[in-house]
């Protein structure tokens, strides 16, 4: 059984989009995309540096654009055929177009307010996330609490993401919590998954009023709890509310693993999920789409794990 996810904020990176622009058709429907949610992705993910692409309200639109023209390259979702969806934080309103819940427009007019209104919040109070490699969960979680930092992606494969302001991750940084050998700051632009998102909580849940989605056509794996949702509705009002509370992505890798998934595709920019999954996952085959050059691998993987 084939798992195809898509991958959260941090995964950019200059440029990154320049060669899928390059294939037939991909530029005239990211320029339909832009002009549809107002914001030149094109322009972004072709000449922005590294610090445009890191702003919140740009990074969002930018990563689901990516991950929907790199599945489209790869195929049809009935080509492709996965047998389950998943998608790490922003990665998640991906997954929902390629279960079916949303269209690409509606995805992209979401992520759009999603990101803009993230960006607002985050612009309150200076605030941040690190990731954690190594280490005991347990241990780190508390170490984590006693510093008034948040474990805002339970990540698995020994990996936590903290999240909290500057000075708190700053003593992170000084005092890390026993046996994790890293601290690494991530390209975001917020404590995203904390408390100091609740106010984008209402505005997304505004913007999610108008739009109607439709029940999973496959297996919907949600970051809240590494459940499978089969409502739309019930989808959609999680997309709303897991901006403001963790991502437990290692609840999600145990749902994989109890549904017999056999191989693991991530869309652009892969590669930081397919990290985790050969870690968590053994014995799952996997494959990070960066490239239109590791398309034809993918299908390959695809002919192999098809549920089709």
């Known amino acids: 059984m084939l798992v195809l996810v898509a991958p959260g904020q941090g995964a950019q990176t200059p440029g990154f989009l320049t060669d899928w622009l390059a294939l037939p058709g991909a530029a005239d429907r990211v320029a339909a995309w832009s002009d549809a949610i107002g914001l030149d992705l094109v322009h972004f993910g072709t000449k922005a540096d590294a610090d445009e692409i890191r702003d919140t309200a740009v990074a969002q639109p930018l990563l689901v654009a990516a991950g929907l023209l790199s599945a489209a390259a790869l195929g049809d979702m009935s080509e492709i055929a996965p047998g389950v969806v998943a998608g790490h934080s922003v990665g998640e309103i991906t997954a929902a177009a390629f279960a079916g819940v949303l269209d690409d427009t509606a995805a992209l007019t979401l992520v759009r307010r999603r990101g803009l209104a993230m960006a607002e919040a985050a612009a309150v109070t200076g605030t941040g996330m690190s990731a954690l490699l190594g280490g005991d969960p347990e241990v780190s979680v508390a170490h984590l609490e006693k510093l008034g930092l948040t474990p805002a992606n339970m990540n698995g494969a020994g990996q936590i993401v903290a999240a909290g302001t500057l ?6 940084n000084e005092d890390k919590p026993e046996g994790v050998r890293k601290v690494v700051p991530l390209k975001v632009a917020g404590a995203f998954h904390t408390r100091h998102m609740a106010p984008a909580v209402d505005k997304l849940a505004e913007a999610a009023k108008a739009l109607t989605p439709a ?8 970051n809240k709890d590494g459940q499978v949702v089969a409502s739309g509705a019930e989808l959609l009002d999680r997309l709303v509310g897991q901006v403001a509370n963790p991502v437990r992505w290692d609840l999600c890798m145990e749902t994989f693993k109890e549904l017999g998934v056999t191989a693991l595709i991530e869309v652009c920019p892969g590669g930081t999920l397919t990290g985790l999954a050969k870690r968590a996952l053994p014995g799952v085959k996997t494959l990070a789409l960066k490239t239109p050059a590791d398309l034809d691998a993918a299908r390959e993987l695809v002919a192999e794990h098809t549920q089709a």
């Open 215 to 222: 029940d999973p056509k496959v297996a919907y794996v949600s």
């Open 167 to 172: 000075e708190q991750l700053a003593a992170l």
